[in-house]
């Protein structure tokens, strides 16, 4: 049988079996051996060869240890010297933010999701964070870098150009260009002044289980603080893929979304994931250390009826479960992770990972079924989200909130407080 065809006959297989409520691996070999599926190598199957093939079939993403809080050195805003012109238009763009464009554009201050792993190779790729432009690129060791994306020279875009060495290369005159946004050659004037000065800014990077995260300070907190990282990304007793995506839209109303769990069972409620569970209830809050959770009073773990907001103080991140129905195997409900990172005004690039409380076997096998079932479930699902923040108007809305917008409304609440506190600070600099 080709393996395209085993591979989906197998994942049939296993839907059903859990659909039957098995979660233990003898069970679920007992069902794999009535199902008429063969193991790929042949024989019978055992626990030992369904692991096997778990291990095999899955493409389960790698955990390294991550002390959390993570400390990352380096980085910073440029110095302006004085000597280009016009100077750094990003550090004197940072030191003029205020409440308004803080809202508009994103807290400062915080570690963001800047790309996913997959996104960044040895080929320099050009992305917008918080409305400013940044060239990626993975140097010699394989580490991400970032820095303003922007020549120092004529303020051509550097992500059209080559890596050399490790440090970018100018697609316009050559001009190199080090992780610190260093000038390190004007290949055409080796003289020129330029040479061995810090000339854009650089953003401390840190890369952990598929995705990478800049820090974006101000000109009050220009050294990051520590990266604190949700439980579900350090500890082995989870594990998920990420999906990552631009969305159309302004990011505060990412936010809301995810803290409106009443959606689901209207904008989702023909999908595989919420279809189940009422159509009418309330909404509870309760304050935590960092954030707070919101819940749904009529159900758990049914649908979308839980999620929690949690800002550290240097990361943001929210989660959001959603009960998985029977076939959805070991592994409890889905815990979507999410984290939401500016654009500019009008797009918001998110990060969103679907972990499942699994290790080990059930790790690949969870991995294995998403692959080949759960990620297409999963997708449409944030098709329509994605749909539906496409057609809210331009931030901030015209609207009428009611009991279920008490999450969004909180969120809302905090965001101004802190874009109020970072614009005072930022003024006593
Ligand atoms: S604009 Fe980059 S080297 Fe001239
Ligand atoms: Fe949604």
């Known amino acids: 049988m080709p393996e395209d065809r085993y591979e989906a006959g197998l994942c049939d297989a296993l839907f059903g079996i859990f659909e039957g409520g098995a979660r233990e691996l003898p069970e679920i070999v007992a069902g794999l051996k009535e199902s008429g599926i063969d193991p790929h190598g042949g024989g019978e199957w055992t626990d030992a060869v369904l692991c096997g093939e778990l291990a095999r079939l899955s493409d389960t993403p790698v955990k390294t240890r991550c002390p959390t809080p993570v400390r990352v050195e380096g980085g910073g805003p440029a110095r302006d010297t004085g000597e280009t012109g016009n100077g750094t238009a990003a550090a004197s763009a940072t030191a003029g933010h205020r409440v308004d464009d803080l809202l508009k554009l994103g807290l400062r201050n915080r570690w963001y999701g800047i790309a996913g792993s997959h996104e960044v190779t040895d080929k320099p790729v050009g992305v917008t964070r918080l409305g400013e432009r940044i060239v990626l690129w993975r140097d010699g060791e394989g580490t991400v870098r970032a820095v303003e994306d922007r ?100 990011f505060q109303y990412v936010y809301d979304n995810i803290a409106d769990p009443m959606h689901g069972s209207y904008l989702h409620g023909t999908t595989y994931m919420q279809e189940r569970g009422t159509r009418v209830d309330r909404m509870k809050l309760a304050e935590t250390a960092h954030g707070f959770e919101l819940f749904r009073e009529g159900q758990k773990e049914t649908s979308f009826d839980w999620m929690e907001f949690v800002d550290t103080g240097s990361t943001i991140y929210m989660r959001a479960k959603i009960g998985f129905p029977p076939g959805g195997g070991p592994g409890g409900p889905l815990c979507i992770v999410f984290c939401v990172t500016p654009v500019d005004e009008t797009e918001t690039k998110i990060f969103a990972y679907r972990f499942r409380n699994v290790s080990g076997w059930r790790s690949d096998l969870y991995h294995f079924m998403y692959k080949h079932r759960f990620r297409a479930f999963m997708d449409a699902v944030l098709a329509q989200d994605e749909m539906a923040l496409a057609a809210m108007p331009a931030w901030p809305p015209r609207e009428n909130l009611y009991q279920h917008d008490i999450g969004l409304a909180r969120i809302r609440r905090h965001f101004r407080g802190q874009a109020e506190a970072q614009a005072e600070a930022l003024a006593a600099v």
């Open 151 to 250: 020549c120092p020279h004529r303020g051509i875009a550097l992500s059209i150009g080559s890596v050399a060495e490790g440090n970018l290369r100018c697609r316009y005159h050559g001009v190199e260009v080090d992780s610190d946004g260093v000038v390190l050659r004007v290949p055409a004037f080796p003289e020129c002044p330029m040479v061995g000065r810090k000339m854009i800014q650089s953003y401390p990077t840190f890369e952990h289980y598929q995705m990478v995260w800049a820090w974006f300070g101000d000109d009050a907190h220009p050294e990051p603080a520590p990266l604190e990282l949700p439980e579900e990304l350090t500890s082995p007793d989870w594990s998920g893929p990420l999906h990552t995506n631009v969305w159309k839209g302004h």
